[in-house]
């Protein structure tokens, strides 16, 4: 069967760069279609799209596109996006690089980067010094151009597929009532209640997972039903930081540890539960309670 040849227009559809781009790179270093007779259109092979999609990688990881384009073409094979996930040596290196490729949407890059970085790193780590700097920059630029919304989401459901992978892999947990997380009132930002199911799970710690807009009467039956050792309670916005969520929850013995998490919570009316300062403390709170 004879390779499909791809014109212009539709690799840089595929690899996210204007036509343009590649002509510029054909021009300046080299890298067109293999087999272009002049007078004829361009149409690439697939072992052209390959350099092209890694030449394209290389420079969102912050490689000169100079030394990309030699690298680029010497390539032979398949393409494998963890080849180049290796040099990053700061984690200002990780966070710029998961930038650019967000911006460029290259969906395959940011699983492989982050998904090393939870593994290499743990999800403490990560969420702290990767995950949080790359969603201010891009919530920097929305909030500074408007545009990249689209970038937002994109990373954020991401982010959330695989912070859970970790989560169901509890094979024996340490606690033998899992701790209960929910984001109270009509509160819809849970990503860093993933970051903290995730987090313990490392510790092989169960959870339930409640979710976004969790109403009291959903807290209070799962307290009721499940005796849980603690309760972590998340607000993002104040107007969803009503203090019955802790205040109303029923009396159950032993009566569970109440750790709330977010900057919507006003200290003044939670003198009585724990406020935690970040994703570090709230995980040393819970294993407080759980006994370890």
């Given at each position: 069967m004879d390779e499909e040849l791809l014109t212009v227009a539709a690799v840089a559809r595929r690899i996210g760069v204007a036509p343009a781009t590649l002509r510029t790179w054909d021009r300046r270093y080299g890298l067109g279609p293999s087999a272009h007779e002049a007078g004829e259109h361009r149409r690439y092979h697939p072992s052209d799209l390959a350099k092209l999609i890694l030449m394209r990688r290389l420079i969102t990881s912050g490689v000169a596109p100079c030394d990309a384009a030699i690298k680029a073409k010497a390539h032979k094979?398949?393409?494998?996006?963890?080849?180049?996930?290796?040099?990053?040596?700061?984690?200002?290196?990780?966070?710029?690089?998961?930038?650019?490729?967000?911006?460029?949407?290259?969906?395959?890059?940011?699983?492989?980067?982050?998904?090393?970085?939870?593994?290499?790193?743990?999800?403490?780590?990560?969420?702290?010094?990767?995950?949080?700097?790359?969603?201010?920059?891009?919530?920097?630029?929305?909030?500074?151009?408007?545009?990249?919304?689209?970038?937002?989401?994109?990373?954020?459901?991401?982010?959330?597929?695989?912070?859970?992978?970790?989560?169901?892999?509890?094979?024996?947990?340490?606690?033998?009532?899992?701790?209960?997380?929910?984001?109270?009132?009509?509160?819809?930002?849970?990503?860093?209640?993933?970051?903290?199911?995730?987090?313990?799970?490392?510790?092989?710690?169960?959870?339930?997972?409640?979710?976004?807009?969790?109403?009291?009467?959903?807290?209070?039956?799962?307290?009721?039903?499940?005796?849980?050792?603690?309760?972590?309670?998340?607000?993002?916005?104040?107007?969803?930081?009503?203090?019955?969520?802790?205040?109303?929850?029923?009396?159950?013995?032993?009566?569970?540890?109440?750790?709330?998490?977010?900057?919507?919570?006003?200290?003044?009316?939670?003198?009585?539960?724990?406020?935690?300062?970040?994703?570090?403390?709230?995980?040393?709170?819970?294993?407080?309670?759980?006994?370890?």
């Amino acid at each position: 069967m004879d390779e499909e040849l791809l014109t212009v227009a539709a690799v840089a559809r595929r690899i996210g760069v204007a036509p343009a781009t590649l002509r510029t790179w054909d021009r300046r270093y080299g890298l067109g279609p293999s087999a272009h007779e002049a007078g004829e259109h361009r149409r690439y092979h697939p072992s052209d799209l390959a350099k092209l999609i890694l030449m394209r990688r290389l420079i969102t990881s912050g490689v000169a596109p100079c030394d990309a384009a030699i690298k680029a073409k010497a390539h032979k094979g398949l393409l494998s996006v963890e080849d180049l996930v290796e040099d990053f040596e700061v984690r200002e290196e990780v966070v710029n690089s998961l930038y650019r490729a967000a911006k460029s949407l290259d969906k395959g890059f940011i699983e492989t980067v982050l998904r090393k970085d939870i593994v290499d790193s743990g999800v403490i780590a990560s969420w702290t010094e990767v995950i949080v700097p790359l969603l201010f920059l891009v919530g920097d630029e929305w909030a500074a151009t408007g545009a990249g919304i689209e970038v937002e989401h994109m990373l954020s459901e991401m982010i959330k597929r695989l912070l859970r992978e970790g989560v169901s892999d509890i094979k024996e947990p340490v606690n033998s009532h899992p701790v209960l997380l929910a984001s109270v009132g009509e509160e819809l930002h849970c990503l860093a209640l993933h970051a903290l199911a995730a987090a313990l799970a490392e510790k092989g710690i169960e959870t339930f997972f409640l979710g976004a807009r969790t109403p009291l009467e959903a807290i209070s039956g799962m307290v009721n039903r499940t005796a849980p050792p603690a309760v972590f309670l998340w607000a993002q916005l104040e107007q969803n930081s009503d203090p019955k969520f802790f205040n109303e929850l029923p009396a159950v013995r032993p009566a569970p540890r109440v750790i709330v998490g977010g900057p919507g919570w006003d200290r003044e009316t939670c003198a009585d539960v724990v406020v935690a300062q970040d994703l570090t403390h709230a995980c040393n709170e819970i294993e407080r309670a759980v006994g370890l």
